[in-house]
Each structure stands twice: as C-alpha cells, then as structure tokens.
C-alpha cells in the first residue's frame, strides 16, 4: 500500500477489494467527474474536488494523482484545512505527496487560528511538521482591495513553522507599520497563535515617571514544565534606578501559590536596596479543610506607591485554614499587620492578631426555629511592652467569646410575619498592660450581653399592568442591658456602619469590645418598584428610638442621642446598563453626618464609574476633619477602534485635585496601543507628588492570547 488516494483508486476499479476496504477508513475523495487509467495508475479528478485524509481536507478545481509516484498535482484555487491545527491554507497550485503532509504550493497563504496569516512566493511542507515559506509577508491585520497595506506586517526572507514545536522563525526579518520598516533583525522566533505558554519576551512597557525618569520594562516569560513559570522583568531608567522584577507561579494536584517581587537600586531614597514581595497560596488540605497564605513585605514605606506595585497603606500577612459545610463553620488565622500611613508608630499599634472561630446551626426540637451555637479565640499583640507613659498604646489582650442565639418565624394567613429572637453572648478577656513601675499588670473580664426581640413586618405586594410594587414595613422591639460597664477599652469597633444591612441586628457595632446595649425600637420600612420594562426602584427608610442614651456611639455614626439620625437608602437599577446607589445619615433639620453616592452607567460608547462620599469628622475613626471627595471613571469610545478614558479623585475639603489621569487606546484586530498620563498630587514623608507616563503596544496573531473582538475589527468598503 502506497497511499490511501491510491488505495481509493483501487476501490474504484474493485481491483483488491480488501484494500479498498482498509484506505476507505482514512480517505476520501469527491468529484464531478473521475477519469482512472489502470495501466499508468493515473487518475484524474475535476470539478469541485475535494479530498479527506485523517483530519485534512482539501478543496481544488482538479487534482492529478500518480499511484507509481505516489504524487499529487492540483490545480487552484486550492484551500487546505487541517482540523487538528484550525490552520487553513490556500494556493495557485500545489504538487503534494498522497498523504497530503509533503509538498510545494506556489502563491500560498497560510491562516493559523484565525489569526496569523502568512502570504509567500513558494510555501515547502515536508515530514507533516515543517513548513517553509519563501518571501513572506506575515500580519493578522485585514487586508483590504481598496486599503492593501496593513496596518503592521513583518516580511521575511524565509520563514519556517514546527507545527510540533508550535514555532515560527523568521530570517532577515523586517517589521513594517503602515508601510515604513521600523525594526530589523536577523533572527526572530515567535510562538504560533495555538501556543498558551512559551518561553520568550512578552509587551513591552514605556514608562515615564518624574522621579524615576523614562525607563523600559521588558519583562522576559519561562515556561519551568506543565504547572509552573517565571517571569523576570529588568527596568533601566534614564536617572539611574535600575529595577528587577519577579512573578513566579506554580500549581500543584492539591493547590497554588503565586509570588511577586522586585529589588531596585535608586536615588530616591537613602536606602541601599528597596525591595518588596507579596506572595499567597491556596491548598487544600483534606476533610474539607483549605489552607491559605499571603505575606506581604516591603523595604520602605514609599516604594510600593512610587513604582506602582501598590497603593496599600497597610501591608497584611496571614496564614489561615477554614472549612465551611452547610450548617458548620470552622477557621483559624494568624495575621501581621504592618502600616505605611505617615504618624502610625508600628509598636504601638496591635500588629499581630489571631482568630479561631467555630459556628454550629442546628433546629432545636423543643423550640423549632434556627439556633446558631459559636465560640471564638481572640488575641492580640503590641511590641511595645516596656512603654509606660500610656498604657493603653502597649496593651495585649486575649478574648474567649462563646454565643448562642435562635430565632423562630410564624407567617399569617394575610401575609404578616411575627418573628421571637434571642441571644446571649459571653467575652471573657485576659489583658496584660504595663505600670508605671514598669512591672505588668494582668486583668480578667468577663461581659454577658444577653438580648430578647420581638419582630414583626409585614410585606404587601401589588401587581400592576406596568410594575409590581412592594411595600413592606418592619418594627422590632430589642430588649438587652441599660447600661455600660465601661471595664473594656473599645479597639475592634471603631469604624460603625449605620446602613440598611444591618437595621434589625442586635449590634450595629462590627466586633465584640463595643456590643451596643439598651432598649430600643428599630423600625424600616423598604419599598420596591420592579417594572415590567426592566427598571427597578428601592428606597430603605430606617430610625432607632432608645429608652436611654448609653453614648455608646460618636456623632458621625448617627446612632447617638435617645433617637437616631434617620437611615434613607436608594437604590436605582435599569438593566444591566445603569445602577444608583446612595445612601444618608441625616437628623430632623436635614444636617448631614454621612452620604454616599455610587453610579455605574454603560453604554456602547461609554462607561462611567463614580462615587462621592461625605463623611463628618470623627476622632474616634481617625479623622479630625470633615471629608468630602468624588471619584470619577470615565472610558469614551470616540469610534470603533478608538478609546478615551479619564480617572479624577477631587477633595472638596481642602479643595484639590488629589489623582487625576488620561488615556487613549486604539484597538483593532490585529494590534492594541494604550497610552495614558496620571499625575497624584498628594505628598507625605515617603512620597512627592508625581506624573506617570506609560506606553505599551500589543501585535496580535502570536500566542493563544486574543487582544480585540469583533467590535474592534477592521471592516472592508464595497
């Protein structure tokens, strides 16, 4: 057997039936007409031709194959596809072996993936895995009759792809933009569009910083195996700083981790060597258990933000496990804290902190209802042990805290709901504070907070030609202690939300040192309009009414006073295009002490991102005056491969701008530029104020990554 197409030929004849039966399996071959000759093996196809070999089809006005030679001749226009590849090659004229995988194509033009096409004088397959082009020209732009030069190309004088390898090399290598050579090189090698993850360089980035000067990241990418790979990025720039970057990733059978890093040697601070790393990892460790890790470490506290790294002003490294199940929590963490923020003394401030926690839910048989059972470990620590001016910046302390609550609902006939609740929490501490002898002191704790509440609400839907409406108010009266012990210094419950998540809870407070006590009403009532032409309106309006003021809460919360300042939520949503969210704190005579706004609007032609925040002045929450500021996030598509985008951050209090930024990409099929400028206008000991530059550009067609979609692609006139 020489050759399935000659084995076809054979069937053809019925010359050895069992041949026929066996090439019959791989090939195929369909024609208008079919000419045979049995004493010269030749036969001859015409008229829409086409052949099916193992995966391979080919297409051809007439084909001529020689069973002695085992050749095909074909005559154009020839397309060739190849399933396993997605690659699609099209030809003038074509001398082939039977098998389809050898050969020469005269005026060729390879697409690989649908995106990297290849046009050349002569195209040479040989062995099935090597192909050689002869005068190429290689783009993945589209090429039009009326506009026939791309808007980027590469011409080579020979090219070779390993289809193995999943490599394309190119010789004498030109690359042209609009038509003008801007870059040559005598050797070049690119992975194929099939290829995930090859060793080589990646997008280089332009950068221009006031501080650091204009400097070139060229990061370079190594594949180490199937689940793992590094990638180092050298930055040189034109005053002196010379950076190295790192990311390392790896995936194992039972987890993940993912380091990054840099080392930089500059002018800007008077260190030797700045550096930082943050890595974290995820495993799973058996029985349901996940284990998690992240450090975060950097040399100083200006680097991260100066070079873009990150704008955290406090760095977080935790080692953690928890497992969650239906009706069963458990976790466990240990975290260091380190602040950047200018003022905070790292000593004085409780850097490291554990937690484990176990939350059980069962319904119990007496009662019915849901009950939820958990007890907690709290721990933290303060490296100043020996500060005795003021005990409380040097204090440890350790907290046991075990709970239970239930809570049982009852619905009505007429849609009402009346709902019993109770809880009671326990805190026992441990705290270990220095004297002014300089000597320790120890004190013991133990706080019970016990809660009753009695809930009813009473939702009420109406069904209307044009939207559904729902009305539904809501009134719990709380019954906990009338007052405060005051034997706990309040450190995890500073930062209080007064939001409509959290109206009916028994404590508004977000930890365990500041439970809020006494009697009260809480009372909501929400409303909700859902149209039938897909808009929907919710408003949330919420107050508290005390027996007795505790003052357990500063001003700005809007929870103090025997009435609280009124709750007003709103939310506005029209499809998936438009979303309003504001919510406001305010008292009787329209005064203030919080409001939020956050917007999201997209269209076709644009987004916008925007929030405003007021916010009173609270020393208890670490801010002395009042803060007013806007965010804004603009992208503007000006046409269908332009884009302009815009960010600002304004501070109306001191009336500034404080970060503002601008940017432009053009994006087509087969390239993607970004240029943007951002300037950040605040200052502090560690960091100036300074203008960012950054210019990156993008060819498409090398590597499986995609760049554009079929908005962005070019379109042909006539």
Not at 80 to 96: G, K, N, P
Not at 97 to 109: E, F, M, Y
Not at 520 to 534: A, F, I, M, P, Q
Not at 684 to 709: E, H, K, N, W, Y
Request: proline share 3%.
């Amino acid at each position: 057997m020489r050759a399935a197409l000659f084995g076809l030929l054979m069937a053809a004849t019925a010359a050895a039936p069992g041949f026929a039966q066996q090439a019959a399996d791989t090939a195929s071959l369909v024609a208008d007409s079919v000419a045979f000759s049995s004493g010269t093996q030749v036969l001859s196809a015409s008229g829409n031709v086409e052949i099916l070999q193992n995966g391979t089809r080919l297409r051809a006005q007439s084909i001529t194959y020689n069973g002695e030679t085992d050749r095909l001749v074909v005559t154009g226009p020839i397309y060739i596809s190849e399933q396993s590849s997605d690659t699609l090659i099209v030809a003038d004229f074509a001398e082939l072996s039977g098998d389809l995988q050898d050969g020469v194509l005269k005026s060729a033009r390879v697409v690989y993936a649908r995106q990297l096409q290849l046009a050349a004088a002569e195209i040479n397959r040989s062995e099935g895995r090597y192909t050689q082009f002869y005068k190429t020209i290689a783009s993945s732009c589209y090429i039009c009759e009326s506009d026939p030069v791309p808007l980027w190309e590469i011409r080579s004088k020979r090219v070779v792809h390993d289809a193995k390898e999943r490599q394309i090399y190119f010789d004498e290598a030109t690359l042209r933009v609009l038509g003008v050579p801007v870059f040559y090189t005598p050797y070049l090698r690119l992975p194929d569009p099939t290829v995930k993850r090859a060793n080589g360089f990646l997008i280089p980035e332009l950068r221009s910083n006031g501080d650091l000067g204009v400097g070139l990241r060229t990061p370079y990418f190594f594949t180490l195996g199937e689940h793992a790979d590094l990638t180092l990025t050298p930055w040189l720039t034109s005053k002196g700083a010379k950076t190295l970057e790192a990311r390392y990733r790896q995936k194992f059978v039972n987890g993940e981790i993912e380091l990054n890093g840099a080392l930089t040697d500059d002018n800007v601070a008077n260190i030797d060597a700045r550096s930082y790393l943050f890595a974290d990892g995820t495993f799973a460790l058996g029985r349901g258990f996940t284990g998690k890790f992240d450090i975060e470490l950097t040399s100083d506290a200006g680097y991260l933000l100066l070079y873009d790294y990150s704008d955290k002003d406090i760095l977080d490294s935790a080692i953690s496990v928890d497992r969650a199940s239906r009706d069963e929590y458990v976790s466990a963490e240990l975290i260091h804290y380190k602040s950047l923020r200018d003022g905070d003394d790292n000593r004085t401030l409780p850097t490291l902190v554990g937690d484990a926690s176990y939350v059980k839910r069962f319904t119990p048989s007496m009662l019915g209802g849901v009950a939820t059972l958990s007890a907690e470990l709290h721990g933290h620590y303060r490296r100043a042990d020996t500060d005795v001016t003021n005990a409380g910046l040097s204090r440890d302390v350790v907290r046991v805290t075990t709970s239970a609550e239930w809570r049982r609902d009852w619905v009505y006939g007429n849609g009402m709901i009346l709902a019993a609740e109770g809880a009671v929490f326990i805190d026992g501490y441990k705290i270990r504070q220095p004297r002014p002898d300089a000597t320790l002191a120890f004190d013991d704790t133990v706080e019970v907070t016990p809660y009753a509440a009695l809930e009813w609400r009473w939702p009420m839907l109406r069904q209307g030609a044009r939207a559904n409406h729902l009305l539904e108010p809501v009134v719990q009266l709380v019954l906990s202690k009338n007052s405060v012990s005051g034997e706990v210094d309040n450190e995890d419950s500073l930062l209080v939300e007064f939001d409509e998540a959290n109206i009916f809870e028994f404590s508004r407070s977000p930890g365990a040192d500041n439970r809020e006590l006494g009697n009260r009403l809480n009372l909501g009532l929400t409303y909700t309009r859902e149209s039938h032409s897909g808009w929907k309106l919710g408003l949330t309006v919420g107050r508290i009414i005390r027996q007795d003021d505790l003052n357990q809460f500063s001003n700005s919360t809007g929870l103090t006073g025997s009435k609280s300042d009124w709750l007003l939520a709103a939310q506005l949503k029209v499809g998936e295009r438009f979303d309003l969210v504001n919510r406001a704190i305010f008292d009787d005579e329209f005064s203030f002490a919080r409001n939020e706004m956050r917007m999201g609007w997209t269209t076709d032609k644009f987004q916008l991102a925007s929030t405003f925040a007021w916010l009173e002045a609270d020393t208890n929450e670490g801010r002395p005056t009042d803060t007013s500021e806007l965010a804004f996030e603009g992208a503007y598509r000006v046409s269908r491969h332009w884009t302009l985008s815009s960010e600002l951050r304004y501070d109306f209090v001191n009336d500034r701008t404080t970060e503002a930024g601008l940017g432009i990409s053009y994006q087509n099929e087969c390239a993607k530029m970004d240029l943007s400028v951002s300037r950040r206008f605040t200052t502090s000991t560690s960091v100036s104020p300074t203008t960012d530059l950054s210019l990156s550009v993008q060819l498409a067609g090398f590597g499986a990554r995609g760049i554009g979609g079929a908005s962005f692609a070019r379109r042909c006139n006539g």
